[in-house]
C-alpha cells in the first residue's frame, strides 16, 4: 500500500506568513492528490484536487503543487481563518492514504 | 445541494453490535461511490473503505478488513458502517464523504457532519 509523509507535523506562523506544507509519497501517484483542511469539531473540508486544482469556492491563496511524489500546499498569506490541521490523501488507487497532518498553529 | 447526513452519537458496550448511517441527497446517489473515515481522538484521518451504492462493490482498507461491514441501500439513498462486536478501540468519529464515480482517481469533495461512536463499560 502507498504510504504517505507529511512535514512539518506542527507548524507555528503569524498572520500574513506564506506557508508551505509537503507531502510525500512513498511511490508515484501521478497528480492523485488532494489537499483537506480539519477545524476542530467539523469535518475536513476539500481545498486542492488533483494536486493543483482548486475547488470551487476556496480562496486563491491556497494552492497545491507537484507530482509523482512530491506534493507541497502553499498558503500565500496566512489569514486567521486558516488556522487549522492539514491532510494530503492520496486516490491513485481504490486504496486511499492520507498523511499523517499537519497542525498551523498561531506563533 | 450536495448533502451526506449522519446518523447520531451512539453510546454502546464492548461487545455490542452497531450500525451507523450516512443518508445522500441531492445528486444521483447510485453513481458515486461513498467512503468512511475514522478519526480517533485527538488522531488523524483513516480511510476505511468504499463502496459504489449503484451494484454495492465494496473495497476495504486492509486495515479494517474483517474488523467492520460497509453497506448501502439505493432504494433510501443510504449507506452503512456496522460492527458485530464493538471494542473499546473502536472509540471515534466516523466520516462518511463521497468519492466520484470511479473507485480511483476521485477525491472526497463532499463529507457528513460525522457520527462520535463511544465504546465504554
Known amino acids: 500500500d502507498i504510504q504517505m509523509t507529511q512535514s512539518p507535523s506542527t507548524l507555528s506562523a503569524s498572520v500574513g506568513d506564506r506557508v508551505t506544507i509537503t507531502c510525500r509519497a512513498s511511490q508515484s501517484i501521478s497528480s492523485w492528490l488532494a489537499w483537506y483542511q480539519q477545524k476542530p469539531g467539523k469535518a475536513p473540508k476539500l481545498l486542492i484536487y488533483k494536486a493543483s486544482s482548486l475547488e470551487s469556492g476556496v480562496p486563491s491563496r491556497f494552492s497545491g503543487s507537484g507530482s509523482g511524489t512530491e506534493f507541497t500546499l502553499t498558503i500565500s498569506s496566512l489569514q486567521p481563518d486558516d488556522f487549522a490541521t492539514y491532510y494530503c490523501q492520496q486516490y491513485n488507487s481504490y486504496e486511499r492514504t492520507f498523511g499523517q497532518g499537519t497542525k498551523v498553529e498561531i506563533k | 445541494e450536495v448533502q451526506l447526513v449522519q446518523s447520531g452519537a451512539e453510546v454502546k458496550k464492548p461487545g455490542e453490535s452497531l450500525k451507523i448511517s450516512c443518508k445522500g441527497s441531492g445528486y444521483s446517489f447510485t453513481s458515486y461511490w461513498i467512503g468512511w473515515v475514522r478519526q480517533m481522538p485527538g488522531k488523524g484521518l483513516e480511510w476505511m473503505g468504499i463502496i459504489y451504492p449503484g451494484d454495492s462493490d465494496t473495497r476495504y482498507s486492509p486495515s479494517f478488513q474483517g474488523q467492520v461491514t460497509i453497506s448501502a441501500d439505493k432504494s433510501i439513498s443510504t449507506a452503512y458502517l456496522q460492527w458485530s462486536s464493538l471494542k473499546a478501540s473502536d472509540t471515534a468519529m466516523y466520516y462518511c464523504?463521497?468519492?466520484?464515480?470511479?473507485?480511483?482517481?476521485?477525491?472526497?469533495?463532499?463529507w457528513g457532519q460525522g457520527t462520535l461512536v463511544t465504546v465504554s463499560s
Open positions: 464523504a463521497r468519492a466520484g464515480i470511479a473507485a480511483a482517481g476521485t477525491d472526497f469533495d463532499y
